[in-house]
T-cell receptor, first 111, second 114 residues
């Protein structure tokens, strides 16, 4: 079955810097890759997603890139702000729209 | 719309006790899911349902049962709780429509088994 690996597990940056989180997946049949942000005490919330027919997608300060050949995708956050501090999860879709999640990255943005 | 709601928010059980977690969604979603979240392990799928009256096992189903008697509700049961089931439980739902894959998550239930 699908396996998703995520790195790094923790990431500390200064406000205004960029942050990059990387994920790899194993099942070449997966065609949808969402990124979720989870704030303390809350459920995960979708921040951006990408489909396998697209190489890159942007939404203001966040972007996701996908390399199908290498089976990896990345989340890029530019001009980080303290409110970006949270845990971020990548995921890949399998049958019946089930998601397989990475283990999460704790991002800390220091003022 | 309230989206996805979960009841209760917190619960403490003793080993061997039983309980039911309730998930409700008001978005008319076909698919519903139960996940557990443990430190350093991300979210792992326990059971899921593709429609009213149907359920299926996920990655970590042992010790749990589920029921989907109504489209809007998905119940997760623990018949005999064990300390290994201490976790945060999340319910999610999604629409059965091509190109609409986003899963919407509830706020979670924090369960401690002593």
């Amino acid at each position: 079955g699908e396996n998703v690996e995520q790195h790094p597990s923790t990431l500390s940056v200064q406000e205004g810097d960029s942050a990059v989180i990387k994920c790899t997946y194993s099942d070449s049949a997966s065609n949808y890759f969402p990124w979720y942000k989870q704030e303390l005490g809350k459920g995960p919330q979708l921040i951006i997603d990408i489909r396998s027919n697209v190489g890159e997608k942007k939404d203001q300060r966040i972007a996701v890139t996908l390399n199908k050949t290498a089976k990896h995708f990345s989340l890029h956050i530019t001009e980080t702000q303290p409110e970006d501090s949270a845990v971020y999860f990548c995921a890949a879709i399998t049958g019946f729209q089930k998601l397989v999640f990475g283990t999460g990255t704790r991002l800390l943005v220091s003022p | 719309n309230a989206g996805v709601t979960q009841t209760p928010k917190f619960r403490v059980l003793k080993t061997g006790q039983s309980m039911t977690l309730l998930c409700a969604q008001d978005m008319n979603h076909e698919y519903m899911y139960w996940y557990r979240q443990d430190p350093g392990m991300g979210l792992r799928l326990i059971h899921y349902s593709v429609g009213e009256g149907t359920t299926a096992k996920g990655e970590v189903p042992d010790g749990y049962n589920v029921s989907r008697l109504k489209k809007q509700n998905f119940l997760l049961g623990l018949e005999s709780a064990a300390p290994s089931q201490t976790s945060v439980y999340f319910c999610a739902s999604t629409l059965l429509e091509a190109g609409r894959d986003e899963q919407f998550f509830g706020p979670g239930t924090r369960l401690t088994v002593l």
